[in-house]
DNA sequence: CATTGTGAATCCGTTCACAGCG
DNA sequence: CGCTGTGAACGGATTCACAATG
């Protein structure tokens, strides 16, 4: 029975982290029901997923089901929790008080157990010093190193102008952040030791044009 | 020489079209620049992409290039935005006007030509009447069908509360569009011919605290 | 006996290496 | 001669089909 103890395992692809992240929401819901007891076949049926790549997916891990029944809910939710290291505070700053940044840490499913989204940033000093909708306080932007040691932030995430991307997301990292989300559309090169993602809400567009395009019969129509 | 015209392609991967539209991101900063050629060896020197994988993504849509010399940037530019559906105007309308939806809506980057946001829905009857910081209107929720329509808008954004994420797109649908992005935590049951995709920016953070799980040692270490 | 876990088969995207061409 | 365009090799991820098993 090979019982992958957690941190022991190959490397595992994105879209399967991703995968369990769904499942893990899944099962959130399906406990919220009662359900003590779900099979691959039911959650393909119910949400749409694929009940073999469910099993693959939790194959890298360990083994987690019983056969001839399913996944007892709560065993396989704590399991996952362990498995995409959610069972474990990480605490947030989100530097960026413009919309996007309050939009984020404001959000009731963005600052949730475990995270914890513990301050703002802004360079506007009528920001500073004040606090979010929900309560966030907005902090100075030229103290982001600073305060994110203080804070003992792990994740930083950068809600500001292109221009500012680049030194915005240094400063975090010289506060001691490990990982970094990057929501401005300018791809941030890569930090020794700090995982970093680019998230370009400024392509999003472009994704649906070419499907529209692809849909259309055939556009203007260039003269041959 | 397989010219494919426009519109006359086999099917693209995603992946491909992410990589086209960051690609004719980099053509306008170097004709910015005023420079008039450059090969796939340069884009991969100057902006870290892979130079066989762009010959191939273009490869996909038909001949751009001169052999021996590389690509004009004015003219493959100019292809790719065909290719991408980007020579086209596009009204885009964005429901929900919190703090995401006046982010995307206000952003330089979002509403820029080919692309037009058009207006902002919100139930709120504090906001409606009223405009965005850039100017755009925001209108009332109950009319997004019938606006939507007015308007012509042909891609719509679901920037509302999870509960709401249902009726907002398929209002929107009803109104006309055939593109949504949805950035709601639920993910869309897919709408006869239009395309729709999911953005979870709840996700993102799981995402980021696998990676912090995967490089620690061994967390509060079950007792074995 | 239904369902898991998994080797084998398949599919798809990326990388390589070079023929073809301006 | 240099670079594009591309067939072939490669690799990883998904799907299939079934043996193992509680």
């Known amino acids: 029975m090979t019982v992958t103890p957690r941190g022991r395992h190959a490397p595992v692809s994105e879209a399967t982290t991703h995968r369990l992240s769904l499942l893990l929401r899944c099962l959130r819901i399906l406990d919220g029901e009662g359900v003590g007891t779900i099979s691959s076949r039911l959650l393909e049926e119910r949400f749409g997923m694929n ?89 100075a932007g030229t103290d982001i190193a600073r305060q994110t040691q203080a804070l003992g932030a792990e994740i930083g995430v950068v809600a500001v102008p292109a221009e500012a991307a680049g030194p ?5 990292v010289a506060g001691g952040a490990r990982a970094i989300r990057n929501f401005a559309p300018t791809p941030l090169g890569p930090f020794r030791g700090v995982a970093l993602k680019n998230v370009d809400l400024t392509l999003f567009l472009d994704g649906l044009s070419y499907l529209l395009a692809a849909s259309e019969p055939a556009p203007p129509a260039p003269e041959p």
């Open 51 to 139: 009940s073999a790549q469910i099993r693959k997916d939790l194959a890298q891990f360990g083994e987690f089901g019983v056969r001839g029944v399913g996944y007892r809910i709560p065993v396989l939710r704590d399991r996952l929790r362990g498995v995409l290291g959610l069972d474990r505070a990480r605490i947030v700053v989100v530097a960026g008080a413009g919309n996007l940044g309050l939009a984020l840490a404001d959000s009731r499913n963005f600052n949730s157990p475990p995270f914890r989204v513990a301050a703002l940033f802004d360079v506007d000093p009528a920001k500073v010093g004040t606090a979010s909708r929900t309560g966030i306080p907005i902090l």
């Open 168 to 172: 915005t997301a240094a400063a975090l």
